[in-house]
């Protein structure tokens, strides 16, 4: 029987948050219970429905692992490589905890190959490791790994705003909510809340604006 893992990321971009990347190990015969559920891509879903889908598809999963990559975390990596870099790192240490026949990842780099070849090096493991753009939505193991990486991304962001008692918005740059929160909290607080990702470009300019 083929396992199969497939392996996605929630959370890349955002200036605020952490990063998720999730594995998630299925039996080749266990792919028709997944689509039939209307396992897909997590960005086709309402977040509500995500949340459903994941308590399915941790039923039927053979194993999975999340990893999450906070944000001072990524800070403190970015002195020492780039992002795609970073996606390799945890792309792989995913891989090193899970056991399958082949991986399937959601390339996190414009060539997928060299993305497959750089986190099958950096993981030492045995299994066949492929990627692919779009991934999420030509394989039903992949979206599962979407679908879980997005909940445990999204849960992330109410818990945030559970502790500020404000809203965040979404977290990303583009979100006007986001950026509302962030420059309000520098110029109440003299500084950019603990939960950002101060190495990237939007927390450098709200902080020269604004502390």
Do not use: C
């Amino acid at each position: 029987m083929m396992r199969l893992l497939g392996a996605d990321e929630a959370g890349k971009g955002p200036v605020i948050g952490s990063m998720f990347v999730v594995g998630v190990v299925v039996d080749e015969e266990r792919l028709f219970d997944l689509a039939a559920l209307g396992v897909k891509d997590s960005k086709l879903l309402a977040p509500s429905r995500r949340e459903q889908l994941a308590a399915s598809i941790e039923k039927i999963a053979r194993d999975r692992y999340v990893l999450e990559v906070r944000p001072e975390v990524i800070d403190e990596l970015r002195q020492l490589m780039t992002m795609n870099e970073i996606m390799v790192k945890s792309f792989s240490k995913v891989l090193e905890k899970l056991s399958a026949d082949r991986a399937i990842l959601d390339a996190a780099d414009v060539d997928p190959e060299r993305f497959a070849r750089r986190v099958k090096e950096g993981s030492r493991t045995g299994m066949e490791v492929v990627a692919e753009h779009r991934a999420d939505k030509n394989h039903t193991v992949v979206a599962a790994a979407s679908i879980l990486a997005k909940v445990n991304r999204d849960r992330s962001v109410r818990e945030i705003e559970a502790a500020v008692g404000k809203v965040i918005g979404s977290g990303y740059p583009s979100d006007p909510a986001t950026i509302r929160f962030l420059e309000e909290w520098a110029k109440e607080h003299g500084d950019l809340p603990p939960f950002t990702r101060k190495s990237w470009k939007t927390a450098e300019r709200i902080k020269a604006r604004f502390i």
